[in-house]
């Protein structure tokens, strides 16, 4: 099973860009790592999902260095409500199973 | 429109009870999850169906029961309801079946007390 490491908080500031890094060395080769945001109350959301490389969308950015053994979500100029709970996700081809870590709780300042 | 609904919200009941917990998506999705979550966040997969059919079934007490009658619908049976069955549970739907490469969209959770 691809275990997933990633800190348990980070703190910024409005207008910064937040960067957390989530660790998954045993990932195999056809594994995908995936993104997710959950705010209080509410189901996680899909924030962005990668293979190799750099992935962006409207959201996000998504750093993954060609070993793949660790995986850098970048959230470019954060506001208040961006504060939330982020999971790094890797979802294992074999035996179809999902694994998700233990979710890096971000907490955006005025 | 709610993509991914599921009912009730809140459930409080008492140790030994059975209860459900309903899912339906309108998304048109193939396969359906339900996944709990402790009360220190960690979020795991219980059972995955696509098109009715079983593909995840970790390991959990056989006192879970996830009954799918078509793929919009995924429902969850708890029989002789134990006080660490409490928890937030998430109903989730995705279009792969094949569940690397996909983008599953969640429910609003169902917060169930055991007391």
């Known amino acids: 099973l691809a275990k997933t490491t990633q800190p348990i908080s980070m703190d910024s500031y409005e207008g910064q860009e937040v960067n957390i890094t989530c660790s998954h060395n045993?990932?195999?080769?056809?594994?995908?790592i995936t993104w997710y945001q959950q705010f209080p109350s509410q189901g996680p959301r899909f924030i962005i999902q990668g293979y190799k490389t750099k992935v962006t969308n409207e959201v996000a950015s998504l750093f993954i260095p060609a070993d793949r053994k660790s995986s850098t979500l970048s959230l470019p100029r954060v506001s208040l409500s961006d504060t939330a709970v982020y999971y790094c996700l890797v979802a294992e081809a074999a035996g179809n199973k999902l694994t998700f870590g233990g979710g890096t709780r971000v907490l955006v300042k005025p | 429109d709610t993509a991914v609904s599921q009912t009730p919200k809140y459930l409080v009941t008492q140790m030994g009870n059975d209860k459900s917990i309903k899912c339906e998506q309108n998304l048109g999705h193939d396969t359906m999850y339900w996944y709990k979550q402790d009360s220190k966040k960690f979020l795991k997969i219980m059972f995955s169906?696509?098109?009715?059919?079983?593909?995840i079934n970790e390991t959990v007490p056989n006192r879970f029961s996830p009954k799918s009658p078509d793929k919009a619908h995924l429902n969850l049976h708890i029989n002789s309801l134990e006080l660490g069955d409490s928890a937030v549970y998430f109903c989730?739907?995705?279009?792969?079946?094949?569940?690397?490469?996909?983008?599953?969209?969640f429910g609003q959770g169902t917060r169930l007390t055991v007391v």
């Open positions: 169906y696509n098109n009715k059919e079983l593909i």
């Open positions: 045993n990932i195999a080769t056809n594994d995908y």
């Open positions: 989730a739907s995705s279009q792969e079946g094949a569940i690397m490469n996909t983008e599953a969209f």
